[in-house]
């Protein structure tokens, strides 16, 4: 089956330094890849749609100076987080439609813990 | 507003019990629901999606629209069923967008 992959899968940074999370599609294409925030034990907030070749589309409340989106290429977008403080602390974890023109058959990455001290 | 809720933080049962998550959403139009599975340590996965209406590891789910419910529901518990469970909601012509609940730590006990 279709896989993402995340990097790094975990990464501790100090208050104001940025942060890059790499979100991958090894076997398949997206045009379009999902950026969402974890909290402990909570729902999966939806922050942004990655699009291969244009600008992100932020949801509402998402700052999107502070966490920066690139859709590199087919198979990769990148979430920086900048000028990062202890709130930013979360999991962030991406997903990827499979390619195969079902947009609802998605899979996700493992996921991204940042810790900000 | 498009909110998909799910009342249960955690479900605790033992096992051969029968086991319902439930799921309640609100969506102007026609959505389409899904139930995702987290395993510890492992990444989420897509357990059923009510447009296939398909039983996986037993698990079934029936869309209701006039109840906007979306329970699910699986008639005997087993302890390998023990996972974090999403209801999520995809609007049409969204691109895959998904609204998630705020998920449910099913617990099958021995």
């Known amino acids: 089956g279709a896989v993402v992959s995340q990097h790094p899968s975990w990464v501790i940074c100090k208050s104001g330094t940025s942060v890059k999370i790499e979100c991958r599609s090894l076997?398949?294409?997206?045009?379009?890849m999902f950026w969402y925030r974890q909290f402990p034990k909570q729902s999966l907030m939806l922050m942004a749609t990655?699009?291969?070749?244009?600008?992100?589309?932020?949801e509402q409340g998402v700052e999107k100076d502070k966490f920066l989106i690139n859709h590199a290429s087919l198979t990769l977008s990148t979430l920086t987080v900048t000028s990062a403080h202890p709130e930013d602390s979360s999991f962030y974890i991406c997903?990827?439609?499979?390619?195969?023109?079902?947009?609802?058959?998605?899979?996700f990455g493992p996921g991204t813990r940042l810790t900000v001290t | 507003a498009q909110r998909v809720t799910q009342p249960e933080k955690l479900l605790s049962v033992f096992k051969g019990a029968p086991v319902e998550l439930k799921c309640n959403y609100s969506y102007s139009g026609s959505p389409e629901l899904f139930w995702y599975v987290q395993y510890s340590r492992q990444r989420l996965q897509l357990l059923l999606r009510?447009?296939s209406r398909e039983s996986i590891k037993g698990f079934t789910a029936d869309l209701n629209k006039g109840e906007t419910s979306f329970h699910l529901k699986k008639p005997f518990a087993q302890e390998e069923d023990s996972a974090m469970y999403y209801c999520?909601?995809?609007?049409?012509?969204?691109?895959?967008?998904?609204?998630f609940g705020q998920g449910t730590e099913l617990s099958v006990k021995p």
């Open positions: 076997d398949f294409q997206a045009t379009t």
């Open positions: 999520a909601l995809s609007g049409r012509n969204q691109g895959g967008k998904l609204i």
């Open positions: 990655s699009n291969e070749g244009s600008k992100a589309t932020y």
């Open positions: 009510h447009i």
């Open positions: 997903s990827a439609p499979s390619g195969s023109g079902n947009p609802y058959e998605q899979y």
